[in-house]
Nanobody, 113 residues
């Protein structure tokens, strides 16, 4: 399973780092790890993904502001979020697609102006 850190309340322009720890090493090492975001009234959106070779891809909405990374020693994936804006407010989920989908429990991030 995937266990996420708490989110938080941050002022626009601020930063926040989310983490997601894989309970099982096999979940961590056998494929890409993703971060999704769910904004009220909109479908869950894939915003960042990191492959096993640490190659990262981002949605246009977060490119240049967010950084995804994975720590192979601790089986943890991070999402560093900088220059946060109110439209980044939502629930963030880490995800791993293996033989089935693994989801973190979700973390609320609220950005106020």
């Amino acid at each position: 399973d995937l266990v996420q850190s708490r989110g938080g309340l941050v002022q626009a322009g601020g930063s926040l780092r989310l983490s997601c720890a894989a309970a099982s090493g096999s979940i961590f090492v056998t494929g890409a790890l993703d971060w999704y975001r769910e904004v009220l009234g909109r479908p869950r959106e894939l915003i960042a993904s990191v492959a096993t070779d640490d190659t990262a891809n981002y949605a246009d909405s977060v490119k240049g502001r967010f950084t995804i990374s994975r720590d192979h020693a601790t089986h943890t994936v991070y999402l560093q979020m900088n220059s946060l804006q109110p439209e980044d407010t939502g629930v963030y989920f880490c995800h791993a697609k293996r033989s089935r989908d693994y989801w973190g429990q979700g973390t609320q991030v609220t950005v106020f102006s």
